[in-house]
């Protein structure tokens, strides 16, 4: 059985972001609660933003690299205090998980971890507060995602997962991402091609998302460069910016080893690693351990981003990822090989876990791993 569900109302182009103000009407929002960071504020974005909200809107900009629990404690404190009514999320994944986070607390009952997927929330979120997302970077398709990975209290980085997490509307402007710098284009742009590559790898039923992640794929890898290189080329933010919406719109069939791993990475509360870093540094190594276990489908992915068919995927992935100076591994980043043990732990309790082509054992994530610490 497959559900297919494609929800969110997207206005894409260059200079939509004037459709906030309709968009707030639209949704009946009087008082929104403006959720971003200092980054956003001091690009210039968010007053931009902000200048399309109605009177007596509240910011909250203190949120996390990785979100936690008690971020979403602090934004639903300013939510409740500002007589808030809906949300609009301004930034990349972080800003937009953060926000889901605070929807489903305004309209659900503490604790937060109730809800976590893997602990069996999702038939107990209901209908969450409204809101709006606004990307930022073209990445995470977190504005059309119908998920939130927060970390609780404890450490535990939880998946939470709902066709009501998904943001009412989705405000895809490119020309928001122009002054994005090149390393996070890159790092960003390989989260949401890597989207493309796990949801299309994913065994699950559901043709739609594969053609979408194929088309996604292509967009992204055609442009990625080019924005990198040059970020006030709109045409390549723009093809960029709707291969990440698309990455999202793929969510549904499930992701893989690449975002189990990245997932429990990305919960260690030290160093603070960056999901789109680590997804690209994961990617190759994941590549070649599915390799001959997703059917014709590395086929119809080169002939999707135009390598040829006798291109080795992998080192093609590797070499870009070279191109665009991403690191090349783990240990450059500080990781050490202690904490090794608690990722492979947490990688198979991962929600992307389940739907990796090839079943991953724990010492296969352990090899994987060590692959990868350099
Ligand atoms: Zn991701």
């Known amino acids: 059985m497959s559900a297919i569900l494609y929800l969110t109302t997207v206005e894409f182009g260059p200079g939509v972001v004037s459709t906030l103000t309709d968009a707030l009407a639209g949704l009946s929002v009087k008082r929104p609660l403006i959720v971003s960071d200092s980054g956003i504020a001091a690009a210039g974005l968010l007053g931009r933003v902000a200048a399309l909200c109605p009177e007596g809107t509240v910011q909250f900009l203190d949120v996390p690299t990785n979100p936690t629990e008690a971020a979403v404690d602090a934004a639903l404190a300013a939510y409740r205090e500002g007589g808030c009514d809906g949300i609009v999320a301004v930034g990349g994944g972080s800003p937009i998980d953060l926000a889901k986070g605070v929807a489903l607390l305004a309209a659900h009952d503490r604790p937060l971890e109730r809800y976590a997927v893997i602990l069996g929330g999702l038939p107990l979120i209901g209908p969450v507060a409204p809101l709006v997302a606004i990307p930022t970077t073209s990445g995470t398709g977190a504005e059309v995602g119908r998920a939130a990975l927060l970390t609780l209290n404890d450490g535990r980085k939880l998946g939470f997962i709902s066709p009501h997490l998904i943001p009412k ?198 090899a994987l791993l060590d692959e990868v610490m350099v």
Request: proline share 7%.
């Open 169 to 366: 509307r989705a405000i895809c402007d490119p020309e928001l991402t122009l002054g994005l710098p090149a390393w996070l284009t890159a790092a960003t742009g390989l989260d949401a091609f890597s989207h493309c590559v796990e949801t299309l790898l994913s065994p699950r039923y559901n043709p739609p998302a594969e053609a979408i992640a194929l088309d996604g794929a292509g967009r992204i890898w055609r442009n990625l460069e080019r924005a990198a290189q040059t970020g006030s080329d709109l045409g390549a933010r723009t093809e960029l910016m709707m291969g990440a919406l698309e990455g999202g719109l793929t969510f549904q069939k499930g992701l893989g080893a690449v975002h189990a791993l990245s997932h429990a990475l990305g919960g260690l509360k030290a160093p603070s690693l960056h999901h789109g870093t680590l997804n690209a540094i994961l990617l190759p190594p994941v590549l070649r351990f599915n390799a001959g276990h997703a059917g014709d489908k590395y086929e119809r992915l080169k002939a999707a981003i135009g390598l040829s068919a006798s291109a080795d995927l992998a080192a093609e992935v590797a070499a870009l990822n070279n191109r665009l100076g991403l690191p090349a591994g783990l240990k450059t980043l500080g990781v050490s090989t202690d904490v090794l043990p608690w990722v492979v732990e947490r990688a198979l309790a991962d929600h992307s876990h389940p739907t990796n082509p090839r079943p991953a054992t724990a010492e296969d994530y352990r």
